[in-house]
């Protein structure tokens, strides 16, 4: 069975500081991997994706995220915050033998000046 | 390109009533899905098709149906509506394409059941 856990539901950075937003996986395959962003009463935007090529994806809006097979882990991070970058954040994984999408239970950021 | 449709957008229900929301897809994928999101707890997956003709129940299933009509579109009832799938229901479709795989969402219905 696959899953996603995303640790913290709250994260609070000042504009400017460090965004890192965590995902650790279970997958039995080689799983693909996803970041979503939802803005409030709006659906999921695709941030950025793995699925298999280069370990360090780069997205939209400044994000990247690094698949580390050892630690089970799709981190997400950008180096400098925005104000408009508060939203909560969705990790999923894929597994193509399942074709099944699971989802994290989401991390909010705030973003304080 | 439209990607994922969803109708309605807003709906209002009372309890024990029925309906459908539809579902449609434009971009050949052979996976769709079917979550709601409650605040707290991310996306539950309801149902989901893995192929035209499949479906298989998701986390939370009970007081759904599915029914994968044809390659593109994946509608969910809910035959006798109850407060507690007052929501906000997603459709999503996905196809895996080695580094070409996606997963695309619609905007979302809002359910409210009285």
């Known amino acids: 069975a696959q899953s996603v856990t995303q640790l913290g539901s709250h994260v609070s950075v000042s504009e400017g500081a460090l965004v890192l937003l965590r995902c650790n996986y279970s997958?039995?395959?080689?799983?693909?991997l996803f970041w979503y962003v939802q803005y409030p009463n709006q659906g999921l935007q695709l941030l950025l994706k793995?699925?298999?090529?280069?370990?360090l994806v780069k997205g939209i809006n400044g994000f990247e995220a690094e698949f580390k097979k050892s630690e089970t882990s799709f981190h997400l991070t950008k180096p400098s915050a925005h104000m408009s970058d508060a939203a909560e954040y969705f990790c999923?994984?894929?597994?193509?033998?399942?074709?099944?999408?699971?989802f994290g239970t989401g991390t909010r950021l705030q973003v304080t000046l | 390109n439209a990607g994922v449709t969803q109708t309605p957008k807003f709906q209002v229900l009372k309890t024990g009533q029925s309906m459908t929301l539809q579902c449609a897809q434009d971009?050949?994928?052979?996976?769709m899905y079917w979550y709601r999101q409650d605040p707290g707890m991310g996306l539950r997956l309801i149902y989901y098709?893995?192929?035209?003709?499949?479906?298989d129940k998701g986390e939370v299933p009970n007081g759904y149906n599915v029914s994968r009509l044809n390659k593109r579109e994946f509608s969910l009832r809910l035959e006798s509506a109850a407060p507690s799938q007052t929501s906000v229901y997603f459709c999503?479709?996905?196809?895996?394409?080695?580094?070409?795989?996606?997963?695309?969402f619609g905007q979302g219905t809002r359910l409210t059941v009285v």
């Open positions: 999503a479709s996905s196809e895996r394409r080695g580094v070409n795989t996606e997963a695309f």
């Open positions: 997958s039995s395959v080689p799983p693909y």
């Open positions: 793995y699925t298999s090529a280069a370990t």
């Open positions: 999923a994984v894929y597994s193509g033998t399942a074709s099944k999408l699971t």
């Open positions: 971009m050949n994928h052979n996976s």
């Open positions: 098709s893995a192929s035209e003709g499949t479906t």
